[in-house]
């Protein structure tokens, strides 16, 4: 079974910074894309940024392009979320994805964190 655990929310004013962590279990790490989606109060859930495997590819929604940075690194099997000059607007709670192989014999699944609570706020 893959398991994803975010961690480094926190309460931060408008302007600051915090780093999240996604570390992983249950499937090879090095294979797969990571993504952190976030889902504000009455709002649907939606993708900030992914990273490719080997290549580092990345993504970055509009709303937080210049502003956050993803990085992995696959001897720690996590994958973070640099977050700077944080807005009020990015408050959520944020989760990883990643759609991974746990075993041969099945399809990729969708495997989520239990997320991590983010509030900007002065």
């Known amino acids: 079974e893959a398991q994803l655990v975010e961690s480094g929310g926190g309460l931060v004013q408008p302007g600051g910074s915090l780093k999240l962590s996604c570390a992983t279990s249950g499937f090879t790490f090095d294979d797969y894309a990571i993504a952190w989606f976030r889902q504000a109060p009455g709002k649907e859930r939606e993708r900030v940024s992914c990273?490719?495997?080997?290549?580092?590819?990345?993504y970055y929604a509009d709303s937080v392009k210049g502003r956050f940075t993803i990085s992995r690194d696959n001897a720690k099997r996590t994958v973070y979320l640099q977050m700077n000059s944080l807005k009020p607007e990015d408050t959520a709670v944020y989760y990883c994805?990643?759609?991974?192989?746990?075993?041969?014999?099945?399809?990729?699944?969708?495997?989520w964190g239990q997320g991590t609570q983010v509030t900007v706020s002065s």
């Open positions: 994805h990643g759609t991974v192989k746990t075993t041969t014999f099945l399809p990729p699944s969708n495997y």
């Open positions: 990273i490719s495997t080997a290549e580092g590819t990345t």
